[in-house]
T-cell receptor, first 115, second 114 residues
């Protein structure tokens, strides 16, 4: 069974640009969550999508958005990039029933660098 | 809001020895799950062990075991017979039942020395 796939692995952008990151979950998983990892703030929850609906949202500005498609693949978009958006963005998938017995599986992440 | 605290930013251990990583959390809820994830330099987060709050018995996975003290809101990870491949960042995480949102601690960087 293929794992969680995130593309691209690395991305370099400049301030003010926008970026779209992609996540393909494990087959059969309907929940996709996104996390931002930085040295200063650690791992922070961005949002979670389940069956194409945003089910939970973290404390991030509106520049951060996402969506989920009918095949459960998800994208997150960051507009008007700022230097502070430089981070590792991790995607995780799970069946989505909210039970820790079926925990989340993570992708390798997308390393976003803002110049 | 739930919080997770890992008080040891860095730890080191000799190969074959035992090490314990600490984690405390804060919640007013009674039904939740706790996890330890490992993140090696390759950066993929790997689930090490999980614990259901309603279970009193401590979880064990091969060389990894936890000491879950619900009243004290403590969830420590013990690694026995440490191996070089255990070198990684270790994150303690909390999840409310019915949610998919993980709340992570800041992590403990573990180095296993030969």
């Amino acid at each position: 069974k293929a794992g969680v796939t995130q593309t691209p692995r690395y991305l370099i952008k400049t301030r003010g640009q926008q970026v779209t990151l992609s996540c393909s979950p494990i087959s059969g998983h309907r929940s996709v969550s996104w996390y931002q990892q930085t040295p200063g703030q650690g791992l922070q929850f961005l949002f979670e999508y389940f069956s194409e609906t945003q089910r939970n949202k973290g404390n991030f500005p509106g520049r951060f958005s996402g969506r989920q498609f009918s095949n459960s693949r998800s994208e997150m978009n960051v507009s008007t990039l700022e230097l502070g958006d430089s981070a590792l963005y991790l995607c995780a998938s799970s069946p989505g029933v909210g039970q820790g017995l079926q925990p989340q599986h993570f992708g390798d992440g997308t390393r976003l660098s803002i110049l | 809001a739930q919080t997770v605290t890992q008080s040891q930013p860095e730890m080191s251990v000799q190969e074959a020895e035992t090490v314990t990583l600490s984690c405390t959390y804060d919640t007013s809820e009674s039904n939740y799950y706790l996890f330890w994830y490992k993140q090696p330099p390759s950066r993929q987060m790997i689930l090490v062990i999980r614990q259901e709050a309603y279970k009193q018995q401590n979880a064990t996975e091969n060389r990894f075991s936890v000491n879950f003290q619900k009243a004290a809101k403590s969830f420590s990870l013990k690694i026995s017979d440490s191996q070089l491949g255990d070198t990684a960042m270790y994150f303690c995480a909390f999840m409310l039942a019915g949610s998919e949102k993980l709340v992570f601690g800041k992590g403990t960087k573990l180095t296993v020395n030969p």
